[in-house]
């Protein structure tokens, strides 16, 4: 893993450090400069065992600052280079309360103990694993002064050095059929600062991570550079890629993937070529709005404003009247509905006396019920976004009895057929799927599993769906959930029963939470829904709640229902 240097700060402020709660993503670093290394020093004396193991902790991401506070003997063993563990910054230090006959003069057990979030992999992308963990780690006097003879057998980081010393970068990568951009969360060590920009090519071109592999694809797979990434005298950066041998249209994605992948570090000009050659023959220099668009499939349109089930019936939004046509008419006792992407077809769950009933067509049309097996529950359906070529939207989700997924297909004939979608690393264990949320990019799900907020990827191979490489986020802290959303492509919202925290939203990756605001709420919270540039809006035990924002206090949405209206926005 890439060295990163964490600057060493006083022993003072250290102390104070371990109180200080951060929830939030590291921030975006942009066209970094190539300053001065930070110095490294060294331990100050007279350091007690306790302050001693607590400064290494922080210091551990910088393998040379973190070696000065092992013993000589320690030093060329400790594996500083392994992949981090990623601690909150509150942690214990605290002596073992049996010393097991040591002189405690000169050698002593310290238990160090702390609440993990996850760690960092080889690739740099963010593994969520919350959960204590607990290490004796044992310090003996060398020259006067304490020492660490034996570490954690785990490299810790605290949140605040990790969200210091790391930068997020959103690598992207097309899907299966290359319609949509899907973005790969990774981790970057900021220093040394000159070779940001390689750091993130070279991630890039080593293609996505562990929980997206499957759903994505790369034009870059395969390639490597013919020089290293550096900024030109003019302030542009060159990245200078080994012989390509692709179509022009291919080469534009591979702009694409570069371009939009350095984003977040640089507002510069990237410079493209192969083998010292513009990469696309007729543009060298590139900016974001240089590159064509991959959004326009999975963009929401503006006046496509959401639909809501209230008393078995479908409304509108816009206005709360009952939308044109049978879903509107109360002709199908809708209990739950999923507006395609593009507006032109529902898909809506029906009560029934003997169970669940899906029915997709057109919108204010008849909806013919899709042929399912008899089921008890059918979780709110889930459209994938439609292609250009094809009609319009031609897949919907939705979850039989909480075990089985199930994706409708419509046929050359326009009727509709379902097929199963492995999910057992969702329901292994006894897991119960209450919700599942297809990405507006179709790549991830998210879902509710007993109650926990878990995200995984959508493999496609041949004509088999599968859910793979699934992750609890904040599994835990974010818990007894009862709905959730994608309040963008990073990031989910979720509303649960616990008082203290109604509703939440967590990036993809699960490193971290961010609370919403619960004035004017009143639990339990029954239905929620989220979509780019739009309000959440939540169903209480009173009606229908929006905000923008997470800090800012909830408005009463207009028009709204009742209790027991089920909002939602098209996807």
């Known amino acids: 893993m890439t060295r990163l240097l964490i600057a060493l700060v006083c022993a003072a402020f250290l102390a104070g450090c371990a109180n200080i709660p951060d929830r939030t993503l590291p921030k975006v670093v942009v066209d970094a400069t190539a300053d001065e290394p930070r110095p490294i ?5 007279g350091l007690d065992p306790f302050t001693l193991v607590q400064q290494f902790v922080y210091n551990a991401g910088n393998p040379d600052a973190a070696r000065t506070y092992l013993t000589d003997e320690a030093r060329p063993n400790w594996k500083g280079s392994d992949e981090p563990t990623i601690v909150e910054d509150e942690f214990k230090t605290v002596p073992q309360s049996v010393q097991e006959g040591r002189d405690t003069a000169n050698e002593q057990v310290v238990v160090l103990t702390a609440n993990a979030v996850g760690r960092l992999k080889a690739d740099n992308s963010f ?11 044992i310090v003996k006097r060398q020259d006067g002064q304490w020492r660490i003879s034996v570490p954690p057998s785990a490299v810790l980081i605290a949140e605040s050095d990790f969200d210091a010393s790391y930068r997020r970068v959103n690598l992207e990568f097309f899907d299966p059929e290359q319609r949509v951009m899907v973005p790969d969360p990774r981790y970057v060590a900021i220093e040394p600062r000159e070779g940001l920009y390689g750091r993130v090519v070279g991630l890039l ?18 390639l490597g550079l013919s020089t290293n990434v550096v900024q030109e005298p003019d302030g ?13 249209e291919d080469r534009e994605r591979m702009a694409a993937q570069i371009v939009l992948s350095l ?3 640089t507002t510069s000009v990237v410079r493209l070529r192969s083998e010292g050659s ?3 023959p007729t543009k060298e220099d590139w900016r974001p709005s240089d590159v064509g668009s991959y959004d326009a499939l999975t963009r929401l349109k503006p006046d496509l404003l959401g639909l809501m089930v209230s008393g078995g019936k479908l409304l509108s939004l816009r206005d709360g009247k009952p939308v044109d046509g049978p879903s509107g008419s109360g002709a199908y006792d809708i209990l739950s509905a999923a507006q395609s992407l593009d507006g032109s077809h529902l898909a809506v769950v029906q009560r029934s006396e003997t169970g669940a009933r899906l029915r997709v067509g057109r919108t204010n049309a008849d909806l013919p019920e899709v042929s399912l097996s008899p089921t008890a529950t059918l979780t709110r359906p889930t459209w994938l976004f439609g292609g250009t070529d094809n009609g319009g939207p031609n897949e919907v989700w939705t979850v039989q009895d909480g075990a089985f997924v199930v994706r409708v297909v419509r046929t050359a004939s326009g009727t509709w057929e379902d097929f199963p979608v492995d999910a057992s690393e969702l329901t292994r264990n006894g897991g119960t799927i209450t919700q599942l949320r297809l990405s507006r990019d179709g790549a ?3 879902a509710v599993v007993n109650g926990e907020v878990k995200v995984a990827a959508v493999v496609r191979k041949n004509d088999a769906v599968a859910i793979s490489a699934a992750r609890t986020l904040q599994g835990g802290v974010v818990k007894n959930v009862i709905g959730l959303d994608w309040l963008d492509r990073l990031t989910v919202i979720a509303a649960t029963e616990q008082p203290a925290m ?10 971290t939470y961010t609370q919403y605001n619960k004035t004017n709420l009143t639990p339990p919270i029954t239905a929620i829904t989220a979509a780019p540039s739009r309000s959440v809006i939540v169903t209480d035990g009173s009606g229908m709640w929006s905000t923008q924002e997470a800090g800012k206090v909830w408005q009463a949405q207009q028009p709204g229902q009742g209790r027991g209206a089920v909002p939602f926005y098209p996807g």
């Open 236 to 248: 542009a950066i060159l990245v200078n890629l080994t012989r390509v041998d692709k179509s022009n």
């Open 205 to 222: 071109l080593g293609g996505p991570s562990e929980a997206i592999q499957g759903a994505v694809r790369s034009q870059l797979e395969g």
């Open 127 to 137: 593994v969520p694993s919350v959960q204590s963990v607990e290490y004796r780690v």
């Open 502 to 511: 109604p509703v939440a939203s967590l990036p993809i990756d699960g490193l």
């Open 278 to 280: 513009p990469l696309v």
């Open 41 to 45: 020093g060294k331990p100050a004396p």
């Open 263 to 265: 984003k977040t570090v």
């Open 444 to 446: 991830r799900v998210a």
